[in-house]
């Protein structure tokens, strides 16, 4: 079967460059989507198609994936961006997410 | 403005079977590129994609949970339904469904999610 792997926690100073990476088997080759889930709440989807931002989340929210690797990074990480963060990619018409990552703004 | 709601009983009993409703609005489940995916998240874990139903009624599911799972859907009163079989306490969960929109034959992903309905699994 075919896994997504994410760091489990992440760290930044509030005004710093978040990074959080995904990881997967060729998973370059398949379409990466990031969402965001705080304590309580739904998810809400950061990125879409490795890069893509929905209409209403910040530019500060970006994305990239080649290789191995997609990575989610937060550009002037705020305090209420704390939160998991989830990768999810497509394989044979399944759709997978990572273990998530619990970003903390300290 | 596109919503989505799940409903369903807040406990069932080993063994039983579990049927939760979507209803949504603001988008038609029979526009081409159109899906319903359900998802759901034990206390304190991650997520986990239980299955999805497209606009033509084609249904795709987790391999794990397949022989356990049906999903479908009532066009015409924008509802979608999951039945999961022989429910066991470990299926104890936030249950979401979210609309996971195609766009050119490139899967955007859950766009849009419900506000999860808690399931407690318990004799």
């Known amino acids: 079967s075919y896994d997504l792997t994410q760091p489990p926690s992440v760290s930044v100073s509030p005004g710093q460059t978040a990074s959080i990476t995904c990881s997967g088997d060729?998973?370059?080759?398949?379409?990466v989507c990031w969402y965001q889930q705080k304590p309580g709440q739904s998810p809400v989807q950061v990125i879409y198609?490795?890069?893509h931002r929905p209409s209403g989340i910040p530019e500060r929210f970006s994305g990239s994936n080649s290789g191995n690797t997609a990575t989610l990074t937060i550009s002037g990480t705020q305090t209420l961006d704390e939160a998991d963060y989830y990768c999810?990619?497509?394989?044979?018409?399944?759709?997978?997410f990572g273990g998530g990552t619990k970003l903390t703004v300290l | 403005q596109v919503t989505l709601r799940e409903s369903g009983p807040a406990l069932v009993k080993p063994t039983q079977t579990l049927t939760l409703t979507c209803t949504f609005s603001g988008f038609s489940l029979s526009t081409t590129g159109m899906c319903v995916s359900w998802i759901r998240q034990p206390p304190g874990k991650a997520l986990e994609w239980l299955g999805l139903i497209d606009w033509d009624g084609d249904t795709f599911y987790s391999p794990s949970l397949k022989p356990r799972l049906g999903i479908s859907k009532d066009t015409s009163n924008n509802q979608v339904l999951l039945r999961m079989t022989n429910m066991d306490p470990v299926d104890t969960a936030t249950y979401f469904c979210a609309r996971s929109p195609i766009v050119g034959a490139i899967p955007d992903g859950m766009d849009v999610w419900g506000q999860g309905t808690t399931v407690t699994v318990s004799s």
């Open positions: 999810q990619a497509w394989d044979s018409n399944t759709a997978l």
């Open positions: 198609q490795d890069n």
């Open positions: 060729k998973l370059g080759e398949k379409y």
